[in-house]
């Protein structure tokens, strides 16, 4: 193949994309470099089979985690970050998270450095993967969390420690506010900015994708100032930016008796422990869910297990000025090089990649494909274990039977 170029990103925001885009891969550590190897057979073959090879991907190995710091001497170079950034999209396996090295974990200082706010999660139910629902194929929802605050911006002060009891004596003498003295503290910011943008993005991807419904998913009863605040601007950034396409809940009922209009999407809010009830009583009323950092984290697993569990589960983070798409789930390091392990959440992860770059046709041989092979029953141990009648093969092998699947389609 050709040398690529660049896919580049205009200022409003929208994507110049080649026929030949060079887009870098970090291969992951543990099972990565087995997921991996079965993905790229599998988008390459999408996009072949797509555009009768009038275009490709010309692939381009950054580096990050284990084999980084083998080949550089640093866990997450400087130069992987700004490859990201130059080529707008990219797509990795899952890292180590090393211990005692100065990282919370490479993952989130992935999405710090970038600032990739929206960590986006797509559930939806393959049949016939296991699941605890009664009607899975109900399910079908898109998380966005916001990925660069709450509790997750690690702002915290150890018990005894003597900054904490600073921090305790600052709160009772200065705010009025008594804390225990023997407290660890955490601290939560939430802000108008942060929260509009990832509202904002939750939005533009209802619209963009023909869905119904963006649900603000918080906690505002307890959390008024952060949680209660986050909610509030989701219905301000609604009104500011779409105030033509949105309507809210109340007004659905007020004025169309609760029949949504066909060119608006409707702007509903929910308290997070009933949001839990309602995605498993109700699954059907929800569409695309918006929320801070830690709700996002429990409900995009909990959703994940209503369609049968991480190991299917795609996942984006997506800034303004560019994207990087990802396995959900971790290195499985015990599988490491066995070619054992299911690849379904990079394969997936790279179809929502391929939508992103608007290249829908193969995105669609991507997930037909996967979709095909599940239902032919013929998976990795995972899904084997699980499915009657299943057929086990390996990872590589998966990888090859939705290749053949993608060929014949
Ligand atoms: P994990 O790697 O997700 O593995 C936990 C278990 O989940 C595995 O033992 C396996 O279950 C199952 N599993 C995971 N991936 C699978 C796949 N592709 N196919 C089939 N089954 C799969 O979690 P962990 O052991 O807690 O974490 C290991 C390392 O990954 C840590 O260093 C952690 O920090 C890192 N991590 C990275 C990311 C990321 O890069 N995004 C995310 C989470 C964790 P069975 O043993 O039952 O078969």
């Known amino acids: 193949m050709a040398n690529g170029s660049r896919i580049i990103m205009k200022d409003d925001g929208s994507l110049t994309v080649p026929d030949i885009p060079v887009i870098p891969f970090i291969e992951g550590d543990g099972t990565g470099p087995d997921i991996w190897r079965a993905t790229r057979m599998v988008l390459d073959a999408a996009v072949n089979a797509a555009y009768n090879g009038e275009k490709a991907i010309v692939w381009l190995e950054i580096y990050a985690g284990e084999k980084s710091r083998e080949k550089t001497g640093e866990?997450?170079?400087?130069?992987?970050?700004?490859?990201?950034?130059?080529?707008?999209?990219?797509i990795k396996g899952p890292l180590t998270t090393p211990i005692g090295e100065g990282f919370r974990s490479l993952n989130v200082t992935i999405r710090q450095r970038l600032d990739l706010y929206a960590c986006v999660r797509p559930c939806r139910y393959i049949e016939p993967v296991p699941s605890p629902m009664k009607n899975p194929e109900s399910v079908n929802m898109v998380v966005f969390r916001e990925n660069t605050e709450d509790v997750y911006s690690g702002i915290e002060?150890?018990?005894?420690?003597?900054?904490?009891?600073?921090?305790?004596?600052?709160?009772?003498?200065?705010?009025?506010?008594?804390?225990?003295?023997?407290?660890?503290?955490?601290?939560?910011?939430?802000?108008?900015?942060?929260?509009?943008?990832?509202?904002?993005?939750?939005?533009?991807?209802?619209?963009?994708?023909g869905r119904k419904s963006v649900t603000l998913m918080h906690k505002g009863n307890i959390m008024k100032f952060t949680e209660g605040a986050f909610n509030r601007w989701g219905y301000e950034v609604a009104k500011e930016k779409f105030k033509e396409q949105t309507i809210t809940e109340a007004k659905l009922w007020d004025k169309f008796n609760g029949v949504l209009p066909t060119d608006k999407i409707v702007i509903k809010d929910r308290i997070a422990d009933m949001l839990f009830q309602?995605?498993?009583?109700?699954?059907?009323?929800?569409?695309?869910?918006?929320?801070?950092?830690?709700?996002?984290?429990?409900?995009?697993?909990?959703?994940?297990?209503?369609?049968?569990?991480?190991?299917?589960?795609?996942?984006?983070?997506?800034?303004?000025?560019?994207?990087?798409?990802?396995?959900?789930?971790?290195?499985?390091?015990?599988?490491?090089?066995?070619?054992?392990?299911?690849?379904?959440?990079?394969?997936?992860?790279?179809?929502?990649?391929?939508?992103?770059?608007?290249?829908?046709?193969?995105?669609?041989?991507?997930?037909?494909?996967?979709?095909?092979?599940?239902?032919?029953?013929?998976?990795?141990?995972?899904?084997?274990?699980?499915?009657?009648?299943?057929?086990?093969?390996?990872?590589?092998?998966?990888?090859?039977?939705?290749?053949?699947k993608i060929k014949r389609m």
């Open 75 to 90: 866990w997450l170079p400087d130069a992987t970050l700004e490859a990201i950034r130059e080529h707008v999209v990219a």
């Open 157 to 209: 002060f150890q018990a005894e420690a003597s900054e904490t009891k600073e921090v305790i004596r600052f709160l009772k003498e200065q705010m009025g506010v008594f804390v225990p003295e023997d407290s660890g503290i955490g601290i939560k910011p939430i802000s108008a900015k942060n929260s509009k943008r990832l509202v904002a993005k939750a939005i533009q991807y209802a619209l963009d994708n």
């Open 278 to 404: 309602q995605v498993l009583l109700r699954p059907e009323e929800f569409d695309i869910i918006a929320t801070p950092n830690l709700n996002g984290d429990y409900i995009s697993d909990a959703l994940a297990a209503q369609v049968g569990g991480l190991g299917m589960a795609p996942g984006a983070n997506i800034g303004d000025r560019c994207a990087c798409f990802e396995a959900t789930h971790g290195t499985a390091p015990k599988y490491a090089n066995q070619d054992k392990v299911n690849p379904s959440s990079l394969i997936l992860s790279g179809a929502m990649m391929l939508d992103y770059i608007g290249w829908h046709e193969a995105a669609e041989f991507v997930n037909k494909g996967l979709q095909k092979m599940v239902k032919a029953k013929t998976v990795t141990y995972d899904l084997a274990r699980q499915i009657e009648g299943a057929t086990k093969v390996k990872c590589s092998e998966f990888g090859q039977g939705i290749v053949e």
